[in-house]
């Protein structure tokens, strides 16, 4: 089988593995209930057997991995981290399977959209946002089909109302807008996330 270096490496879409990946703010510690949500969801899908992809580093990505971490001991579920090159070193946390640097945040983008299945974006700022509505252009314009993007926890209502005005202008449709979910809860979450893991099973 081979390894999610050598899928990156070569530009491939991983077929045999269904991954998630998990965005959201380095700057969350461990004792804030965001993270708690994130470190539990990850955990439920390394029970689950599915693999999670982040960007490695501490924050909200560690939370996804160390439950994924703590959810595959009886799996065989892989915890990724693509990591990026900044002026203020960011170190991989300890959780990790498989890790890869990118210079750019372009490459590493696209190396995300590569690997994912399904999205999660939990709480987080500029880079977080960034993720989130790059992924959504590429599902809008169908670079990517099928995968969907989950905005997790309390910090998306506000968006998602205010994403309504651009759209009643006509700016994107309502097909565009009902590409994105909104889950409160692990359970919400998990309950889609399941539903294209199941069709990804059939196909």
Do not use: C
């Amino acid at each position: 089988m081979e390894t999610y270096r050598h899928i990156i490496a070569k530009g491939k879409v991983r077929k045999d593995r269904f991954t998630v990946a998990i965005f959201g703010s380095a700057r969350i510690k461990n004792d804030k209930l965001m993270y708690k949500k994130v470190y539990n969801l990850a955990k439920m899908l390394g029970e689950r057997d599915i693999d999670v992809v982040t960007g490695g580093g501490p924050g909200l990505m560690e939370a996804a991995n160390s439950g994924h971490k703590d959810g595959s001991k009886e799996t065989r579920a892989h915890s990724i981290g693509l990591g990026i090159k900044l002026p203020k070193e960011q170190k991989f946390n300890n959780s990790l399977d498989e890790t890869e640097t990118f210079m750019r945040f372009t490459n590493r983008l696209d190396n995300f959209m590569l690997l994912s299945n399904a999205v999660v974006v939990a709480s987080g700022g500029v880079g977080t946002l960034l993720e989130l509505f790059y992924t959504w252009q590429l599902v809008q314009v169908k670079h990517n089909v099928n995968i969907p993007i989950i905005l997790y926890g309390n910090m998306w209502p506000g968006l998602l109302k205010w994403l309504k005005e651009p759209m009643k202008k006509g700016y994107f449709s309502k097909r565009d807008y009902n590409m994105l979910f909104y889950a409160k809860t692990e359970k919400e979450a998990i309950k889609l996330i399941d539903k294209t893991h199941k069709r990804f099973d059939t196909e």
